[in-house]
């Protein structure tokens, strides 16, 4: 004999102990050990551990749900085969139904469960699986194989004996779905005896499925072992009902079947439609709703209650109300509500109750007694209830505003009005009428089209737009400053403020406050500072404008001046015509210094001068001043020293320009008031991101009285110092102007005749080189090419200038006196190589002549030509200018040959690479 099989196991799955309980004592009717789990994670520990026969899968649990249970069975080869009846109390749609058997379960039981349906499936699904285990057992022995053959043909009896008593309908079906055998309930309800329901097919019962569909149908089934079917069921002798089909795939002594269940679903459809709409209804409502039992234990609550009172669903379930009690109520209220709803009756009121986050929240509350329709006796009360907090704060708001803005308006002048919007009627203090120019009686209630036509016509759209802001909530209050006329005519300029103070349910506005103030005397100071500031503005431009044309007027012919000087210094002169060329060129270099200062102090007072931040290498910065300043402080026979700290960094980001321009001129001083002794250049990191610059001399030194106006314009220690060292005295105050515009100080320390020391700090943060702009890449020299060369300039003397320059290099000239005659010259005479612009010139200026030749070039597809501005100022600003206008370089004026010559060659084209076109 075969060895004893044991009890079947039988897993039970429920978070709940009182179903797992329940369940435990229906299956003490039935021959199987049953073991439980309260979770997702514990049942699949149990399905590693034991060979179950069935599991009874509860679908809602928190964590891991019964689907994804499910789904993980199914995925393991040791445990994909146990069949697996989902459990529900709270899923009853078909779409949760549906995904229960794409899950994996062979049955869908709702809650709640029919013990006798319950049983008889689970019989059914325990005799399965003692069939299987026995044929296991077949390969053991023949004797034990037939009787165990014996023993499931006993037990498929039995359960046949179960199918044919159950309350579905049970068909077995071939693979061309062919009814091969059917159960008592068959018969009973489709009025067939079971020799005429076996001549037909499934597709006689459903004309939905068309019989092409059988092999797809059994594909399907085998695959997923399982699939469900909603269908209209019509029998040959007119039964007619809405079914659920359940075909499961089982395969039986060799052979492989689908087995139907069908279930008359119809009432249950109606009631589940039904009940979805009520459902729906109650979980999107607007009100909270909350359903107890007769002992006042809460059983349900909506999404709203739990986003009104903070309490989740599963911390309110289970409790009674009175965790919403705020303490705040009157007993009696609770007296009277417990005394109306016990007897029968509907109880309605405000209640003040108490969030889970401690803060308080009125509702009003409608609260209903369920009665058992058959013996009258309560089971449950339902509470539907509003949040109305904010309509309670709304009625405080408003009476705390009203007395607000009356405590307020009795110490101003400002005319209040009210405005009840469904009414269309406008009310308003004497003072409002006043500022209007009536008296009170003379007006009456206005509507908001009487108000309107106060308002000037140009302030009423901007009004009407502000108000509407205000009225759909996109606005906290509403204010604007517009004009309204008065009695007499004339226009006031008024601040209208405002705020709604009541709006309905929907949230369309019902009241709304507001105060009225005349801002005439304001508004026409406002417009008075407005012209004055134009004016300044007027002034500042003109001011620059003259500053411009001053330094190009005066720097053209110092242009000219020091040009010739320089030509006439390289002829072959007597010694005392040598001197007198080198006094004209030095007192012109002296000039220009002086009309530098002055421009750079100008626009420095006039706002126009600007910084940039730009990465540099200051150490090289340094190196240069020293390679500048060295020959002269050594033809004086002075020490050059100078000491860098090991921590200053290589690269820093500020304005080179300006920091060359401030250390040029505390050298410049240094070497001018210095006769003896030495000049000491130092530079230290005083911490992260500021840098010291020291420039300290054994000169003839400050005295302190002086020291605290070194700064100011055209200040110097005396008139004797000017008359003896020359200067304006503007160097030191530029330099300081600039060092607070690059957000630094200039300090001094001295005393008379022991020297001073001048430190420059800065903000100059550390950079890398990589962040430093990349170096102009300049076509290489050829220095064989002669090149034809455009040079517009407006003045006779620089034009002479230039071309003497240029007179022994092999270039050709030609030349154009404004900026219209440059471009018509470069368009018709063209190609040139090379362009040399003046900036300023009548007609048409350089920068304007400079974008008319790039847009030609874009325009005929030509090569890009080098153009190079003589400009009449070196600022950042200009050069930026210059260069955004399509000039490739510059060069300030007054122009030197050397630099004139080595521009030039640096802007050789090579005949073998050309230049792109201009984009």
Wanted: glycine share 6%; with cysteine.
């Amino acid at each position: 004999m075969g060895a004893t099989l044991a009890p079947p196991k039988i897993l039970i799955v429920d978070d709940q102990p009182a179903n797992l309980v329940a369940l435990r004592l229906l299956l003490e009717r039935i021959s199987a050990t049953v073991l439980e789990a309260q979770s997702g994670n514990e049942a699949l520990g149990l399905l590693s551990e034991h060979d179950f026969a069935l599991i009874l899968l509860d679908v809602d649990m928190p964590g891991m749900d019964g689907y994804e249970v499910a789904a993980i069975a199914r995925s393991v080869r040791a445990t994909q085969e146990i069949p697996i009846l989902f459990l529900t109390a709270a899923y009853h749609d078909e779409r949760h139904r549906l995904k229960g058997y794409e899950a994996g379960a062979v049955d869908y039981i709702e809650k709640p469960i029919n013990d006798h349906i319950l049983l008889a499936k689970t019989r059914i699904f325990l005799d399965l699986y003692r069939a299987h285990a026995q044929t296991r057992q077949a390969n053991a022995q023949l004797r034990a194989e037939i009787s165990r053959r014996q023993a499931a043909e006993a037990r498929l009896l039995l359960t046949r004996h179960i199918v044919d008593h159950m309350g579905d309908i049970g068909l077995l079906l071939d693979a061309a779905g062919h009814i091969q055998d059917v159960n008592d309930t068959a018969c009973a309800q489709l009025g067939m005896d079971r020799y005429e329901l076996l001549r037909l097919t499934i597709f006689d019962l459903y004309e939905q499925l068309l019989p092409n569909l059988a092999v797809k149908l059994w594909r399907l089934t085998r695959r997923k072992r399982t699939l469900v079917l909603r269908g209209a069921l019509r029998s040959p002798l007119g039964a007619n009902f809405l079914s659920e089909i359940q075909l499961s795939f089982i395969t039986f002594q060799g052979q492989e079947f689908l087995f139907a269940f069908i279930r008359n679903i119809s009432q249950r459809a109606e009631v589940e439609k039904r009940l979805q709409l009520l459902s729906r209804t109650v979980e999107e409502s607007p009100a909270s709703i909350i359903i107890t039992d007769a002992e006042g234990v809460i059983q349900y609550v909506n999404p709203m209650f739990e986003k009104i009172t903070g309490y989740s669903s599963d911390e309110a379930v289970g409790q009674n109300p009175r965790l919403l009690k705020s303490g705040e109520n009157d007993d009696a209220t609770y007296q009277e509500l417990w005394k109306r709803i016990s007897s029968g009756h509907t109880w309605r009121g405000e209640l003040l109750n108490k969030r889970k986050d401690g803060t308080l929240y009125w509702e009003q509350a409608s609260i209903s007694p369920v009665a058992n329709s058959d013996t009258g006796r309560i089971t449950h009360y339902v509470g539907v209830k509003l949040d109305i907090t904010e309509k309670k704060q709304t009625e405080m708001a408003i009476n705390q505003e009203r007395q607000r803005l009356n405590n307020i308006l009795e110490g101003t002048q400002a005319g209040a009005w009210e405005w009840r919007i469904p009414e269309r009627q406008i009310t308003y203090n004497d003072r409002w009428a006043q500022m209007m120019g009536y008296a009170s009686v003379e007006l009456g209630d206005i509507t908001p089209e009487a108000w309107e036509r106060f308002i000037h016509p140009d302030d009423l759209p901007l009004f009407q737009r502000r108000l509407e802001r205000h009225f759909a909530g996109q606005s906290p209050a509403f204010a604007t400053e517009m004009r309204v006329k008065h009695r007499h005519g004339q226009w006031i300029w008024v601040n209208n403020r405002a705020k709604v103070l009541a709006r309905a349910s929907d949230g369309a506005p019902l009241l709304m406050a507001g105060a009225m103030q005349d801002i005439t005397a304001s508004k026409r100071a406002e417009q008075a500072l407005r012209e004055a500031k134009a004016q300044a503005e007027q002034a500042s431009q003109a001011k620059s404008e003259f500053l411009a044309n001053m330094s190009h007027e005066i720097r053209t012919p110092m242009n000219a001046i020091l040009g010739m000087t320089e030509l006439l210094a390289e002829r072959d002169l007597d010694p005392n015509a040598q001197r007198f060329v080198d006094v004209a060129h030095n007192a012109g270099e002296t000039l220009l210094s002086i009309i530098n200062d002055i421009l750079d102090l100008s626009k420095i007072e006039a706002g126009k001068a600007q910084v940039e931040s730009t990465p540099f290498d200051l150490p090289a910065l340094l190196s240069h001043a020293m390679e500048i300043f060295a020959p002269q402080i050594q033809a004086k026979k002075l020490s050059f020293t100078h000491s860098v700290d090991t921590h200053l960094p290589q690269w820093v980001k500020g304005d080179p320009l300006r920091v060359r321009q401030i250390l040029f001129n505390l050298l410049s001083n240094a070497l001018k008031f210095t006769e003896v002794g030495s000049i000491t250049l130092s530079a230290k990191l005083l911490r992260a991101g500021w840098v010291s610059l020291a420039v300290e001399d054994t000169g003839i030194g400050i005295s302190p009285q002086r020291q605290s106006q070194i700064f100011e314009s055209f200040s110097q220690e005396d008139a004797s110092i000017t008359r003896r060292y020359g200067g304006t005295g503007l160097g030191l105050t530029i330099s300081s102007r600039l060092a607070q515009l690059m957000g630094g100080e200039l300090q001094v320390s001295s005393s008379v005749g022991n020297g001073s020391c001048f430190t420059l700090q800065l903000p100059l943060p550390q950079t890398t080189a990589e962040q430093a702009p990349t170096p102009q890449e300049h076509p290489e020299l050829d220095a064989r090419k002669q090149l034809r060369i455009l040079i517009a300039e407006d003045s006779a003397d620089n034009q002479l200038l230039l071309r003497e320059f240029l007179k022994q290099s092999p270039h050709t000239l030609a030349f154009a006196e404004n900026g219209r005659i440059a471009v018509e010259m470069f368009q018709r005479e063209g190609p040139f190589d090379l362009v040399l612009m003046d900036m300023q010139m009548p007609q048409m200026d350089g920068m304007t002549a400079t974008r008319k030749i790039r847009h030609w070039e874009h325009a005929h597809d030509k090569p890009h030509t080098p153009i190079i501005a003589l400009t009449a100022y070196a600022l950042t600003e200009e050069i930026q200018r210059v260069l955004q206008a399509g000039c490739d370089d510059h060069v300030s004026k007054p122009v030197k040959k050397r630099q004139l010559l080595d521009m030039i060659a640096r802007w050789r084209r090579q005949e073998s690479e050309p230049q792109p076109p201009t984009r």
